[in-house]
């Protein structure tokens, strides 16, 4: 079946660091691609997605290229705040022709100023 | 603005006694969910409402049932919880139509959660 594959945290940089965090995922066709961020406290909040392959999501510096060839969809910001310190999830919409999302376990990272 | 609200957003409740957990949507959309998660992982599907077609996930425990009386609510019934039912419980909203062109449509909106505890 289809799955989603993130790398364990927690991940833990300066402020101002170069940040990323590597999906992988397992599905059939072509799926929708998107991360997902989540605050302490709070429900998820949709951070970016890409639709089809070569896609480049992006939303507040983050950013996410759809990478068919090699089942990737690693998100990556130039320069990491304090703010941005999170949950972050990688998760897929199947296109097997039900309505379920599939996420990864979550990785959390935490910006030091 | 148009959101997802969740209530009551913290539920405390005793071993066996019964919970029941509401999500309202502004956003007409016509697919409603129910996820759990608990500390430190993903969030599991519990349910969701196509419409009024009801899904059950094959490992949701029978203790959770869902109602759904019109497009804008959706209710989680959790029948006799224990202690292991502990956790987040997120709703989220997603607007599906059938020959609509991809975009914004495949988006999740989810509310911020009811964190339930069981003394």
């Known amino acids: 079946g289809d799955s989603v594959t993130q790398m364990e945290g927690p991940v833990t940089l300066s402020e101002e660091a170069f940040l990323t965090i590597n999906c992988t995922y397992t599905a059939t066709g072509y799926p929708s691609l998107f991360w997902y961020v989540q605050y302490p406290g709070e429900g998820l909040q949709l951070l970016l997605k890409?639709?089809?392959?070569?896609d480049k999501g992006s939303n507040k510096g983050f950013e996410a290229t759809y990478r068919k060839e090699t089942t990737s969809f690693h998100l990556e910001k130039g320069s990491v705040q304090v703010s941005d310190s999170a949950v972050y999830f990688c998760?897929?919409?199947?296109?097997?022709?039900?309505?379920?999302?599939?996420f990864g376990t979550g990785t959390r990272l935490k910006v030091l100023a | 603005d148009a959101m997802v609200i969740q209530n009551p957003r913290y539920q405390v409740t005793q071993f066996g006694k019964p919970v029941t957990l509401s999500c309202s949507q502004t956003l007409n959309h016509n697919v409603m969910y129910w996820y759990q998660q608990k500390s430190s992982q993903a969030p599991k599907l519990l349910f969701h409402y196509y419409d009024k077609d009801f899904n059950n996930e094959a490992d949701t425990p029978d203790n959770f049932q869902s109602r759904r009386p019109n497009t804008s609510f959706c209710f989680l019934d959790i029948r006799s919880p224990g202690l292991g039912d502990a956790a987040m419980y997120l709703c989220?909203?997603?607007?599906?139509?059938?020959?609509?062109?991809?975009?914004?449509?495949?988006?999740?909106?989810f509310g911020p959660g009811t964190r339930l505890t069981v003394l």
């Open positions: 890409a639709t089809k392959a070569d």
């Open positions: 989220a909203t997603r607007e599906e139509r059938l020959g609509a062109t991809r975009g914004n449509y495949n988006e999740q909106f």
């Open positions: 998760a897929l919409r199947s296109t097997s022709g039900t309505y379920k999302y599939i």
